[in-house]
């Protein structure tokens, strides 16, 4: 034991895990091949790794592996409460991936999952299935079946490994009563700015203080080059959302978060956003307290929280001031109904 | 940190034995070998006796929970011999146990980038002949893997646990003598030991803010104060807070380490001026 530090580690993705049934499908080939070095590993099914007890989500933030998997049912999930749902009676959610690239202190993934390697279900028309057939049996039939399809992950941001933004825009625009909702907080619109755009597919920003970026979404775009892909995807023609959330309790988050928006409206026109989303950090018990478990090394989950029924947040006083703050100076650029806010 | 090696066979273990300099420690109920950090126990053949050694060490050696677990020895190739690239003496990181008996699959985590080529290992009940190479998948066999990792997975994280295994045989030779043996395991040793600097390389992440000094002190007033278990979490959690968001060490709080409680009021009543003091609102 020379206790020499000669090595290190793997980086993200030195390992492909695919399970057997997922061998043939266009998009494991595809993933084969941008990571041709990778080393590959057969699974019968990919909760023997991704499920594996005691593992340690942060230790395998720093060299991520891929899991390739077939998700056998659970196509469409009913919208979350945490999540705002603009009024859309129809409002569901999928999930495409498991996990992110991105690594935010306050990510909620690190309390949902066990793992912090990513899944990539490649059986896409699965979900286009599931989801004409959620069309069709949608309860309000005057609206559309609103979709996010970006929630527990950050698929624009893994557009270059697997396009399924592309693929979802595409598929969008055959479908009329489809809404879809991409949220990101990448920059990287060009990997879809060739295509045309369509009012079925909403792009979704999430947009935070310089300070909180740089400090607490490792990873993740700088404010500047959001707002860059923002403006970019505006000029193109698309529907695009900005979303303030979660809001943080950093300190001088009044003057943190008043500069965040004068900064976002100096650049983006905001009569050419669609609409803005707005909600302060709130948790599912459980999760939260599987992340304080896992880190001890962050601020933001030692702070002043309460419990609420299930969910963990700020005290009411201070989330009301929070969002009040937030909402009357979006009020200044959008009319209510433009504005969503979690309470 | 320990690092605790599971050996099925006193000829794999001598090399190791002598390389790390471990001398037998005869308080243990299994052979065990130990000096400084490293210990070495010698498991016998089999994925029971493997799993039973195994969950023996880690629960034996103090902060076993903290340890990072290797299984290191000889296996059969599916490959015929002369037939593919592997050859005997061949290393290898397993990154993929079969267990023969049950069809179930283990993964260890491979975060440290080792200087050892990987394999998946089969591990059988019985020695596999060539004639039977087909029913298994391409790749390692032993004995022993399955049981190892099933028993270090019940207390470590699977980025703590490796296996090690040296190609003795394309399932062609009926005995291996003890010298052969230990020659194949001592030519793998200066990567095994790269292998074992990189697993130390890698932390658990999420590091804690507290220190053993602040762990004690907390551990000190949860006694003085009769704190309950859930309160001991919250100072925990207090104390945490407080240097995160401050940046500074954690407060003086010793006089209450000398405060004398008669009563449950009187212990709430001092834990309330704790959370003051240590309040970042």
């Not at chain 2, 146990?97 to 049950?102: A, D, F, K, L, Y």
């Amino acid at each position: 034991m020379n206790g020499s530090e000669i090595s290190s580690r793997w980086g993200n993705f030195s390992h492909l895990y695919i399970e057997r049934g997922a061998i043939d499908y266009p998009f494991t080939r595809r993933i084969r091949d941008r990571f041709a070095k990778a080393r590959v590993v057969e699974i019968d099914d990919y909760k023997a790794v991704f499920a594996r007890p005691r593992q340690q989500f942060q230790a395998q933030k720093e060299s991520m592996k891929l899991i390739l998997a077939v998700k056998k049912d659970r196509f469409l999930y009913d919208g979350s409460g945490h999540s705002q749902d603009f009024s859309f009676e129809n409002f569901y959610y999928n999930t495409l991936m498991f996990n992110c690239v991105y690594n935010c202190d306050y990510c909620y993934l690190q309390g949902m999952y066990p793992s912090a390697n990513i899944v990539v279900f490649v059986n896409l028309e699965d979900y286009f299935t599931a989801t004409r057939d959620g069309i069709r049996d949608r309860s309000n039939r005057s609206q559309p079946l609103y979709q996010c399809i970006s929630y527990d992950t950050d698929l624009l941001a893994f557009e270059s490994v697997v396009p399924y933004c592309r693929a979802w825009i595409e598929f969008a625009r055959e479908e009329p009563d489809l809404l879809v909702e991409i949220r990101t907080k990448s920059a990287a619109y060009r990997a879809i700015g060739d295509l045309p755009p369509t009012d079925r597919v909403i792009l979704a920003w999430t947009l935070s203080p310089e300070p909180v970026a740089a400090r607490y979404e490792h990873g993740a775009a700088s404010l500047r080059r959001r707002l860059d892909a923002v403006q970019s995807a505006i000029e193109d023609g698309w529907p695009v959302r900005l979303c303030f959330d979660p809001v943080l309790a950093v300190p001088s988050w009044k003057s943190v978060y008043g500069e965040l928006l004068e900064e976002t409206f100096r650049r983006i026109d905001p009569t050419a956003v669609r609409d803005v989303s707005v909600g302060v950090f709130r948790m599912t018990k459980g999760y939260f307290q599987r992340m304080r478990r896992q880190r001890q090394d962050t601020p933001l989950l030692y702070g002043e929280y309460v419990q609420e029924g299930s969910t963990v947040t700020y005290p009411a006083g201070q989330r009301k001031e929070m969002t009040s703050f937030l909402r009357k100076r979006l009020g200044e650029h959008f009319k209510e109904d433009q504005i969503g806010v979690w309470t | 940190m320990p690092i605790l090696l599971a050996v099925a066979l006193h000829p794999e273990a001598r090399p190791v034995i002598e390389r790390f300099r471990l001398k037998q420690d005869a308080s243990f109920a299994l052979p065990v070998f130990r000096r400084d950090e490293v210990w070495l126990a010698v498991t016998g053949t089999g994925r029971m006796k493997s799993a039973i050694a195994t969950a023996y060490l880690v629960t034996q050696v103090e902060k076993g929970e903290n340890a990072i677990l290797f299984n290191l020895g000889i296996a059969g190739h599916t490959q015929k011999a002369g037939e593919g690239p592997v050859e005997v003496g061949d290393r290898f990181l397993v990154n993929k146990i079969s267990e023969q008996g049950t069809g179930r699959s283990f993964y260890p985590d491979l975060l440290a980038r080792t200087p050892l080529a990987e394999s998946a290992v089969t591990t059988v009940e019985r020695p596999l002949v060539r004639a039977d190479a087909d029913s298994v998948e391409p790749g390692l066999i032993d004995m022993e893997a399955a049981g190892f990792y099933q028993a270090g997975a019940a207390f470590l994280p699977p980025h703590r646990i490796g296996c090690v295994k040296v190609v003795s045989d394309h399932l062609e030779t009926p005995r291996l003598d003890k010298n052969t043996v230990g020659e194949l395991i001592a030519g793998a040793l200066d990567d095994f030991e790269e292998t074992i600097a990189a697993y130390r390389t890698v932390s658990d992440g999420g590091r804690d803010v507290l220190t053993d000094a602040d762990v004690r002190i907390v551990e000190r007033l949860r006694s003085r104060l009769r704190l309950t278990a859930s309160r001991h979490r919250m100072l925990s959690d207090l104390v945490r807070a407080y240097k995160l968001h401050t940046g500074s060490d954690m407060p003086d709080l010793s006089k209450f380490t000398r405060v004398t409680i008669k009563t449950k009021q009187e212990g709430d009543a001092q834990f309330e001026r704790i959370r003051d003091i240590l309040s970042v609102g």
